[in-house]
């Protein structure tokens, strides 16, 4: 089946540095999405990106629609504690016969003041 | 009130008992879904409904069951939980068609011992 292959798995960094992270996938998409869960929280959408090559900020975040639409990235620039979570990616073919989201398995984040 | 409402944000159970998570929404939308996290693995889709008349298994469905009530009520049983059932449980929604993917409830931390 469609899998996306997230990563790292986990980060520990500086408040003030900058952070990346991808999803890869050997399936096209032509819906990418990123959320992020708090802890004791459910994930909550930052970027929605619909068109390959396309590139979108939300504040310090910023996400790009990888140009053969296999694959995503976000970066968050000069992060803060508040960042702290788990990141997922997720994609989805609308229109298909299920439309259902398909999940990266996570990238968790940990920043340290 | 919270747009997606999981009851009860905690349970603990012991083995062999039956339980139900329920998951209610104000969304107004037509699509719901229950997915488990475990550390590591990411977000699996357990069942997930397109409407009253439609459920459909996901990718992790043995053991558990589920029944949509209502448009606005999707709830999640474990016939007779057992220990590696203990998890993050949440519910979340769609519209058909959505380009902003799903709305998730604020989970359900199950612990079966």
């Known amino acids: 089946g469609q899998q996306l292959n997230q990563s790292p798995q986990s980060m520990f960094i500086q408040e003030g540095e900058d952070v990346s992270m991808n999803c890869t996938s050997s399936?096209?998409?032509?819906?990418w999405l990123w959320y992020k869960q708090d802890p004791g929280e459910g994930p909550v959408l930052l970027i929605a990106?619909?068109?390959?090559?396309e590139l979108t900020s939300n504040g310090r975040l910023t996400a790009q629609f990888g140009i053969t639409r296999k694959d995503s990235f976000l970066n968050i620039s000069a992060s803060i504690p508040s960042d702290v979570g788990i990141y997922f990616c997720?994609?989805?073919?609308?229109?298909?016969?299920?439309?259902?989201?398909?999940f990266g398995k996570g990238t968790k984040l940990s920043v340290k003041p | 009130d919270a747009d997606v409402t999981q009851t009860p944000r905690n349970r603990i159970t012991k083995t062999g008992k039956r339980i139900m998570l329920e998951c209610s929404q104000t969304?107004?939308?037509?699509?719901m879904y229950w997915y488990r996290q475990d550390p590591g693995l990411g977000l699996r889709l357990i069942y997930y409904?397109?409407?009253?008349?439609?459920?459909n298994k996901g990718e992790i469905s043995d053991g558990y069951s589920v029944s949509r009530q209502a448009q606005a009520k999707f709830s999640l049983s474990l016939e007779s939980a057992i220990p590696n059932q203990t998890a993050l449980y949440f519910c979340?929604?769609?519209?058909?068609?959505?380009?902003?993917?799903?709305?998730f409830g604020s989970g359900t931390r199950l612990t079966v011992v």
């Open positions: 409904s397109f409407d009253v008349k439609d459920i």
């Open positions: 997720a994609a989805l073919n609308y229109g298909g016969s299920q439309g259902n989201l398909i």
């Open positions: 979340a929604t769609s519209v058909k068609g959505s380009l902003t993917g799903y709305t």
């Open positions: 969304k107004g939308h037509d699509r």
């Open positions: 399936s096209i998409f032509n819906t």
């Open positions: 990106l619909y068109k390959a090559g």
